[in-house]
């Protein structure tokens, strides 16, 4: 490829409109980044300036950047079988292998999958099939679905719904009828201890009095992240999913993990089900699935809910054409033999997730630092204008973002999630002194942004 993007970034400027940006700004050429290349943790600019990858992309190139083996297995299946659809009883010996891996490495309890290519479709495709299981079971009404405020479960019509980040709605008329939301385990606006098992408990009630307000019979699921990424990196207290899982079990309501973003070892285990304690009845995964190589995304259910479907003798009326495509199994295989092989996700719970708390917690002196929160590699740093009471900043003095500015000036990527939070995820492959590098642009970025606060 030529290295004069000179014309290719006009017609970009011109024509592209770009997710989660704001458009004018692409359109006066005020581009954050033109990243040319990348290779293990760092993304490479047009100028060749490096940088960190400090939240793996968008939470998924788990295991960096240009992994050979990667591209040898994606080639491999191009030249072998570029294309075959999944369709009318048919199968492939790539996408066969790809059940058999996920079938050993999803929690015991996750017995039947379906692909698709994000997870977005993934969710969307969770919530269809909790319509139909529950039809089967002669119990058509139950179509509500229950979600929380900060989750992010996608951007579809049906998952930007599910999603309670209240930006994503206005503009498309959202949310539709049949979701809603309750709160999130966020200790930090409710004024507790991160650890607070009471908490955790009263954070699950909510769960249990929306039931109640809409009738047992009319409730399908409950949708809920693990630990809440893309909303701030919310990590619930230990008490709050086991009390999640009994709710959903008194009520009969279906319980689905979206693990998008903890599946495949971002919080020290293979999935965050074994993190918090919990077995749903539906996960749905992607990004780390094949850390984002190739788009592909899986729904799997437990024997309840998979045995119901395969014993319906119609025809499953859903699917995507690139569902279980070839080349996208063989990416995720190899992915899946790399964790294993490299033996990352240990690498994460026993080497990396220490250092990388020890780096967190010694930012908790800092003025702007009201609370480090997470599990594993994934962290978000609440800044807040008074650590006593709490407060927020005002919504236009956009602290988070004076952060991660000042951490890029310092070659190292960090994300700012709103609400005055600063979202940290490196990649599994991440070394001890990358961390130090990481933390050091960090505590740069926190002292900068205090030193403008304080002369304004």
């Known amino acids: 490829m030529s290295t004069d993007h000179t014309a290719a970034l006009a017609a970009d400027r011109a024509h592209h409109i770009h997710p989660f940006s704001y458009p004018g700004e692409v359109r006066a050429g005020r581009f954050r980044r033109v990243?040319?290349?990348?290779?293990?943790?760092?993304?490479?600019?047009?100028?060749?300036?490096r940088y960190i990858d400090a939240v793996s992309g968008l939470g998924c190139v788990n295991i960096g950047y240009g992994r050979e083996e990667m591209a040898e297995a994606a080639a491999e299946a191009m030249r072998t079988l570029s294309f075959h659809p999944t369709f009318w009883e048919c199968t492939n010996p790539y996408s066969a292998r790809l059940v058999e891996q996920l079938q050993r490495l999803t929690p015991d309890n996750m017995q039947h999958f379906l692909f698709a290519n994000s997870g977005s479709e993934a969710n969307d495709t969770a919530i269809k099939l909790v319509r139909w299981y529950w039809r089967l079971q002669g119990r058509p009404g139950k179509t509500h679905v229950i979600s929380r405020d900060m989750a992010y479960h996608g951007m579809n019509l049906l998952t930007a719904s599910l999603t309670g980040l209240a930006p994503c709605h206005p503009q498309?008329?959202?949310?539709?009828?049949?979701?809603?939301?309750?709160?999130?385990?966020?200790?930090?606006?409710?004024?507790?201890?991160?650890?607070?098992?009471?908490?955790?408990?009263?954070?699950?009630?909510?769960?249990?009095?929306?039931?109640?307000?809409?009738?047992?019979?009319?409730?399908?699921?409950?949708?809920?992240?693990?630990?809440?990424?893309?909303?701030?990196?919310?990590?619930?207290?230990?008490?709050?999913w086991p009390a999640i899982r009994r709710i959903c079990d008194r009520h009969d309501v279906l319980l689905i993990a979206d693990e998008v973003v903890t599946g495949f070892g971002r919080t020290g285990a293979w999935f965050g089900q074994e993190t918090f304690g919990f077995n749903a009845d539906i996960t749905v995964m992607a990004k780390g699935m094949t850390s984002a190589y190739f788009p592909v995304s899986a729904v799997a259910l437990?024997?309840?809910?998979?045995?119901?479907?395969?014993?319906?003798?119609?025809?499953?009326?859903?699917?995507?054409?690139?569902?279980?495509?070839?080349?996208?199994?063989?990416?995720?295989?190899?992915?899946?033999?790399?964790?294993?092989?490299?033996q990352l996700v240990e690498r994460v719970r026993d080497t990396l997730a220490p250092a990388f708390w020890r780096h967190l917690h010694a930012l908790e002196d800092h003025p702007l630092v009201g609370e480090v929160r997470g599990m594993g590699l994934g962290a978000g740093i609440q800044l807040t204008a008074d650590k006593v009471s709490r407060a927020f900043f005002p919504e236009d003095s956009d602290v988070d973002a004076q952060v991660t500015g000042h951490c890029y000036e310092r070659g190292v990527i960090v994300r700012d999630l709103g609400a005055d939070t600063v979202g940290v995820m490196p990649p599994f492959v991440t070394s001890e002194a990358q961390l130090d590098e990481i933390f050091d642009a960090v505590r740069y970025g926190l002292d900068l942004t205090l030193a403008g606060l304080n002369r304004a």
């Open 35 to 49: 990243v040319e290349r990348a290779e293990g943790v760092y993304q490479i600019d047009t100028s060749g300036r």
């Open 172 to 240: 498309f008329g959202l949310p539709l009828p049949g979701v809603s939301h309750v709160c999130a385990p966020w200790s930090w606006v409710e004024g507790t201890a991160g650890d607070d098992q009471d908490f955790g408990r009263r954070a699950a009630d909510a769960l249990e009095a929306e039931i109640l307000r809409l009738g047992a019979d009319n409730v399908g699921a409950f949708i809920g992240e693990p630990m809440q990424a893309t909303g701030g990196v919310v990590t619930p207290p230990a008490s709050y």
């Open 302 to 342: 437990n024997a309840r809910i998979g045995e119901a479907l395969l014993n319906d003798p119609g025809e499953l009326y859903h699917g995507y054409t690139c569902s279980g495509h070839p080349v996208g199994a063989a990416v995720a295989c190899m992915n899946m033999q790399i964790l294993e092989q490299e």
